[in-house]
Nanobody, 122 residues
């Protein structure tokens, strides 16, 4: 099993920045990729960004491309989501996820964190 713990959420004004972190623990050697998803009230959960440890490739949803940057520490199995130029529509509960195998960027994922709230005020 892999456990994921997110941190770094909060309240920020539009145009501001936040940095989310997600640390994996447990059987992290089996983790092939990690990603971030978000879910706003009344909306479906959506893919935000992902990273594959083999080669370090990253992928972003069009809605955050150019504003968000995903980086990771493979040795510590920790990922960081730097979110800049935040918009009110970025308000959501942000979830960290991890995969054991090569799968599409938007899932399915094997493990999930409990989420961290990001609120962007206008």
């Amino acid at each position: 099993q892999v456990q994921l713990l997110e941190s770094g959420g909060g309240l920020v004004q539009a145009g501001g920045s936040l940095r989310l972190s997600c640390a994996a623990s447990g059987r992290t050697f089996s983790t092939y990729a990690m990603g971030w998803f978000r879910q706003a009230p009344g909306k479906e959960r959506e893919f935000v960004a992902g990273i594959r440890w083999s080669g370090g490739s990253t992928y972003y949803a069009d809605s955050v491309k150019g504003r968000f940057a995903l980086s990771g520490d493979n040795a510590r199995k920790t990922v960081y989501l730097q979110m800049n130029s935040l918009k009110p529509e970025d308000t959501a509960l942000y979830y960290c996820a991890a995969n054991q195998y090569l799968r599409p960027w938007d899932g399915p994922y094997d493990y999930w964190g409990l989420g961290t709230q990001v609120t962007v005020s206008s």
